[in-house]
């Protein structure tokens, strides 16, 4: 088991949520004080820095005109770790291809910063949440399909080296011929994230690693049930390797029960901030006609991180959207959950969220380190995925 | 009268059309039906068929007819509709469509202006002609229901999808907004072309636009008649945004009288100008 230390970097001093409407898409900026934000750039930049000290890798991602995200353009932030940190490796997960206007821009990006890194990048894509359509003004109609597109536009970017290629599709280009050609050959490991079980076979079909978040015990064994059995069908063998499997999840130990459903509380910001109306989250088009109609009857199944707003730590761990504890209880939280889903090989540890501060944060990092990763390096397979080898 | 409903097969594609034949009246109309789709407008339609034969395709992915991935924006469907009419062997007709229809209903007065005698355009979108940062329409994709029959209905009450229960009926209204969606997420509710060949758009025209349209300000239809050839406007005191749907007997026949006045039928054609002239 891997463990990927990340922030969703938020913006968690706003007044009551009874003054704005959402939290996305239409929050003023002016809601954004610049020094308490260059502040917590400072503070987030720092806790991936000793993540990486600890043995950590790390983990980012990007959102849009919200304060739940400070993030909106994560190759920056990825390419300043690339710098900064030593030896974790670094997942971007990831970059919404289905908005991005130029995804030739989203290879030479990634090129750079796998270079830069020295091989140490991970490259993650998303569809994009539904709140995303409207700042990127992406329609949402057909955007799985276009994310696929820009998926095999990047691929094919990065792996010819034997001059330009032309692209005529949703995108279109004469001439694509990326400069720097990426450090790991043939291509970084690719990720995607799903969240329905009928993502899951097209992610296993590719051989990329299937990224989970907050999606709970029973949803989350659904899109591996999913993913294996596209696995073996496409690839002819049962076993997944368990580095294909990720799962995102709240993370906090600390020395007492107490303190780490304190820090827990702090932050359940992630789930209680979202204030989003419903409009915002469900764009016509993003999901299917029946699935819209299917979601407004009394029947319809709540996702987990919504479920978790105003939910007791205790609550938050039975539904396995937070492991919280001392360190054998976190172990004891991320082994069941491992058990219960037929494993996985990547644990995306939200170790900061909400207004949790830098000590804190820092407190749960060091336990984490210390006694959490080893007891649970043997789970899983240790094996890289494919393509670490650098050019020599 | 007859009414008939029948698969016309067009490139690839099958278009829906909905058949009001009456041999007895002067005049054929080509409804081209709003976002609200062919079902809110059968009101208006049964009124308007007292003075009309009328030829009422549904918009693919409208009305439970497939939408076609490739036929991507309005002035596709105006290249379908003018095969369609082709088809048919109607060669000339006089044009009748509503916001979403008034959009393609221009985009093809735009192309065969000899085609079409006369055209009524109800609420049309399709255009911009304000300020790059000025909002041409109010945002009616991403919202709430609430929010989206306010800005759309003079009277809510009026909204012929308020009400609906029916999981049949809920998968067509959310299939037509997808489909809406579709056709016009960006540019938004307008194609920057077509602004530019107005002129072109040389018939007799008429322009009507709803009292409490919320959706499009007033000054989006004044400027659109003043750069139409021969346009005039009129605005219906209790509508919002879909005058066809909240006063369907006052437009039919007002669109009638229109026909009446100023789109002559074939027999009655001999000596007005040759830009009137259809044959």
């Not at chain 1, 993540?51 to 849009?64: F, P």
Request: aromatic share 8%; hydrophobic share 40%; with cysteine.
């Amino acid at each position: 088991m891997k463990t990927w230390y990340f922030s969703e970097c938020p913006y968690p001093t706003l007044p009551d949520a009874d003054e704005y409407d959402s939290i996305r898409v239409s929050l003023p900026s002016s809601y954004y004080d610049p020094t308490e934000g260059a502040r917590l750039y400072s503070m987030y930049l720092d806790l991936w820095q000793a993540a990486d000290d600890l043995g950590l890798n790390v983990m980012t991602n990007e959102h849009h005109q919200t304060a739940t995200c400070l993030v909106p353009a994560v190759p920056i932030i990825a390419g300043i770790l690339a710098r900064t940190t030593k030896n974790a490796r670094i997942l971007i997960l990831g970059n919404p291809i289905a908005n991005r206007r130029d995804p030739v821009r989203v290879a030479e990006e990634m090129a750079m910063i796998d270079n830069i890194s020295n091989g140490r990048l991970e490259v993650g894509f998303v569809r994009g949440v539904p709140f995303e359509v409207l700042p990127a003004n992406s329609k949402p109609v057909g955007m799985s399909d276009r994310m696929w597109e820009a998926h095999d536009l990047i691929l094919k970017a990065w792996t010819t080296v034997d001059g330009p290629f032309s692209w005529e599709g949703s995108w279109n280009y004469r001439y694509v011929n990326v400069w720097p050609r990426t450090y790991q050959q043939p291509h970084p490991p690719v990720w995607i994230t799903g969240t329905s079980v009928s993502s899951a076979p097209r992610i296993a079909r590719a051989g990329h690693t299937l990224a989970a978040f907050v999606t709970g015990y029973g949803a989350t064994k659904r899109l591996y049930d999913a993913y294996r059995q596209a696995w073996a069908e496409a690839h002819g063998k049962a076993g997944v390797p368990a580095d294909r499997l990720a799962y995102g999840v709240q993370v906090y130990v600390a020395d007492t029960v107490e303190a780490a459903h304190a820090a827990a509380i702090k932050m359940r910001w992630y789930f209680d901030a979202n204030k989003v109306p419903r409009h915002l989250g469900s764009p016509p088009g993003y999901s299917p006609p029946e699935g819209v109609v299917a979601s407004r009857t009394a029947a319809a199944p709540i996702p987990q991180a919504r479920q978790a707003k105003g939910k007791s730590p205790e609550w938050m761990i039975e539904n396995g959207v937070l492991m919280a504890g001392t360190p054998d209880m976190v172990v004891e939280q991320i082994k069941r959950f491992y058990d219960h889903v037929g494993g996985f090989g990547h644990l995306l540890m939200m170790g900061h969220a909400g207004g949790l501060s830098r000590s804190e944060t820092m407190r749960s990092l060091e336990l984490y380190a210390q006694h959490v990763a080893p007891a649970i390096a043997q789970l899983g397979s240790a094996a890289m995925p494919v393509g670490v080898g650098a050019l020599s | 009268m007859s009414m008939s409903s029948l698969q016309v097969p067009v490139w690839n594609a099958e278009v829906q059309v909905d058949l009001r034949i009456n041999p007895g009246l002067p005049r054929t109309v080509l409804y081209l039906h709003s976002e609200e789709g062919p079902r809110a407008c059968a009101p208006f339609l049964t009124e308007l068929g007292r003075s009309a034969s009328i030829i009422a395709p549904h918009h693919p992915g409208f009305g439970g007819a497939a939408r076609h991935e490739q036929i991507k924006r309005p002035r596709e469907l105006a290249i379908l509709y003018a095969d369609l009419l082709d088809r048919l062997g109607v060669a000339s007709v006089d044009l009748v469509g509503s916001s979403l229809g008034g959009w393609i209903a221009l985009e093809m007065a735009t192309m065969t202006p000899a085609r079409f005698p006369s055209l009524v355009a109800i609420s049309p979108l399709g255009m911009k002609f304000n300020a790059r940062d000025e909002r041409s329409f109010a945002e009616v994709m991403v919202t709430s229901d609430e929010i989206r029959r306010e800005l759309l209905y003079k009277h809510v009450e009026h909204d012929p999808w308020r009400d609906v229960k029916s999981p049949e009926l809920l998968l067509e209204h959310a299939t037509q907004l997808e489909s809406l969606v579709h056709y016009a997420w960006e540019p938004y509710l307008h194609e920057p072309a077509l602004a530019p060949i107005l002129p072109r758009v040389s018939m007799a025209a008429l322009v009507i636009s709803g009292a409490g349209d919320q959706l499009v300000p007033a000054a989006y239809y004044e400027e659109l008649v003043s750069r139409l050839p021969d346009a005039d406007n009129v605005i219906a005191a209790r509508s919002g945004h879909f005058p066809d749907i909240e006063e369907p007997t006052a437009v039919a026949t007002l669109v009638s009288q229109f026909h009446a006045d100023r789109s002559p039928t074939l027999g009655r054609l001999l000596g007005v100008p040759a830009d009137r002239n259809v044959s």
